[in-house]
């Protein structure tokens, strides 16, 4: 998954105000406590990134 993918789901899930600031305040533990924009930074997989808000947030399916 693309950086910028995973991006337009999050704006679409949460709103894209929300979106951003959901994504430098809140840690996910499946990220090992990181935020997104941590994980980001550290290298983690978008993918994998995006799997761990998907669970953390319980969107509904059409948002993987």
């Keep these: 998954m693309r950086l910028t993918d995973m991006w337009e789901r999050l704006d679409e899930a949460l709103g894209s105000a929300y979106a951003r600031s959901w ?4 840690h996910i533990a499946e990220l090992g406590g990181r935020t ?24 509904d399916p059409k948002y993987r």
């Design 23 to 26: 994504a430098v305040d809140f």
């Design 36 to 59: 997104v924009e941590q994980a980001i930074v550290d290298g983690i997989d978008t993918q994998t990134i995006w799997r761990a808000v998907h669970q953390t947030l319980e969107l």
